[in-house]
């Protein structure tokens, strides 16, 4: 299982026999949405992935998602039905022609950032309406663009307009501190914008005296042009093509995720696709061949991670879903092995990055089943990872923190050690020479950072072909 399975949980397999099943036909990290629930609601969730865990002697990651700052318009009495062309009141006050099509909104922030011009996307995109001009008060006359059904609470969006809005809501830290004290493994942050967003995100998860992986979910335009800025500080990167595809015109999404795949690719962080992968087996037993196709080139542009959301929360196939997705990302990695033809050379003067393309060439020249990786803050499995290297590649870290968070890193099984008597090399060397996998004679590349006696590691600084 190279490519890694994130499955939302939800009321279709949030039962323990249906999270087994999961696991057990694929799924690595469990995500929990907190847009819809809070922290008491997912302790007995997270106590069944543990024990789930122990079971099936593998990591499995919770993965908390915070709701973010999304922007909503207010309460319907019915639903509005909007044609081509109808003129529509959007604001706080309520219209005197009482025969006037009108969305109550009061979110001053973005009222006060609107002009005429401006374009607004209702309900994932389905309604596109334009401003036209300000009104009396802080209301806002809009024309239709197309014609739609609009109900309550429904998100708003404003595509191109860079909104300060901060990433993390009072909710959000409420939800972030809850889900520490209730042992998430990584949390995402919706509509990253900036940073300081994800530093925001870490400065809370060191209070809390923890060090997890934080995702930033890529779901606005000013993000991804930010993307450069962000893969300094962030550890993961979600292309969330919901919000997303809303935020940029549809045609350009798909080279769009490409680019964004291949900037996390050269920085080494890994970087997950997200939003209607097989949407069609919420009441499917099979994917559409679109689907089927949409995973696959997902893996073959180099995804590390593909994303499951209504299919397994509220699906009625969730494990059959499952089981077709690690059958196609299994078909496309085999693609992807007979596409590999060489490593490419660091393109920054980096030492970790030459020695993990040492010992992936080592790897690929020396025959080797496998790579092991000795690592204590998984940077050395994500730096191999990144090239993606046909031999699997095996993480030993005595901290549970990475053991977890590897989970989100193509083509890495990471394993918990606890003996601490001996070296990074005599660890690597002894986990070899204990596992049932590796037969005699057979070839493996190390990759540890050896420190001096009475030294701290200092990272990896060493590359070793070792013969079992």
Avoid at 234 to 239: A, E, G, N, P, R
Wanted: a neutral charge.
């Amino acid at each position: 299982m190279k490519t890694k399975i994130i499955a939302t949980v939800g009321p279709a397999c949030n039962t323990p026999k249906m999270l087994e099943k999961l696991a057990v036909a694929g799924a690595s990290i469990f995500r929990l949405n907190f847009s819809h629930s809070g922290a008491a609601s997912f302790e007995p969730i997270v106590q069944t992935i543990r024990e789930l865990e122990k079971k099936l002697q593998r990591p499995l990651t919770v993965l908390q998602d915070l709701a973010g700052p999304k922007i909503r318009i207010g309460d319907l009495p019915t639903p509005l039905t909007v044609g081509y062309g109808d003129k529509i009141v959007l604001g706080p006050e309520q219209p005197e022609d009482a025969a006037a099509l009108y969305i109550p909104f009061d979110k001053d922030e973005i009222l006060h950032a609107l002009v005429p011009g401006d374009t607004l996307a209702l309900a994932d995109g389905s309604l596109q309406l334009v401003v036209l001009e300000k009104l009396a008060g802080r209301n806002f006359l809009l024309e239709s663009n197309n014609s739609g059904l609009v109900t309550s609470r429904k998100g708003l969006a404003l595509p191109g307009k860079d909104l300060k809005l901060p990433a993390l809501t009072k909710k959000d830290k409420s939800d972030l501190r809850d889900g520490l004290a209730l042992g998430v493994d990584a949390v995402a942050l919706s509509f990253v914008q900036t940073a300081e967003d994800i530093l925001a995100a870490k400065a809370i998860i060191a209070e809390g005296g923890r060090n997890i992986p934080v995702v930033a979910k890529l779901e606005r335009q000013n993000a991804v042009d930010r993307l450069d800025e962000l893969l300094k500080v962030v550890d993961v990167v979600m292309v969330a093509r919901g919000d997303l595809g809303v935020e940029c015109p549809l045609p350009s999404l798909p080279t769009m995720q490409k680019r964004i795949i291949r900037a996390c690719n050269n920085a080494a962080v890994p970087v997950i696709v997200a939003t209607q992968m097989l949407l069609s087996m919420v009441n499917n037993p099979s994917p559409s061949r679109a689907e089927t196709t949409d995973v696959a080139n997902a893996v073959l542009d180099g995804a590390d991670c593909v994303m499951l959301s209504e299919e397994t929360a509220m699906g009625h196939y969730p494990e059959e879903t499952v089981k077709f997705m690690r059958s196609i990302t299994h078909e496309a990695e085999a693609l992807l092995m007979e596409r590999r033809t060489r490593y490419d050379l660091p393109t920054e003067d980096l030492v970790s990055d030459f020695l993990s393309y040492s010992a992936c060439l080592l790897a690929e020249k020396a025959g080797a089943v496998a790579l092991v990786a000795h690592s204590m803050s998984g940077a050395a499995a994500r730096n191999l990872a990144a090239r993606r290297p046909r031999p699997p590649i095996h993480v030993l870290t005595p901290k549970k923190e990475v053991y977890r968070g590897l989970n989100f890193t193509w083509g890495v099984s990471s394993h918990l050690i606890r003996d601490n008597s001996v070296g990074h090399l005599e660890r690597s060397e002894n986990f070899i020479e204990d596992w049932d996998e590796f037969n005699c004679g057979d070839s493996l590349v190390i990759t540890a950072g050896q420190p001096r006696y009475g030294e701290a590691s200092k990272g990896t600084n060493l590359v070793k072909i070792y013969r079992k």
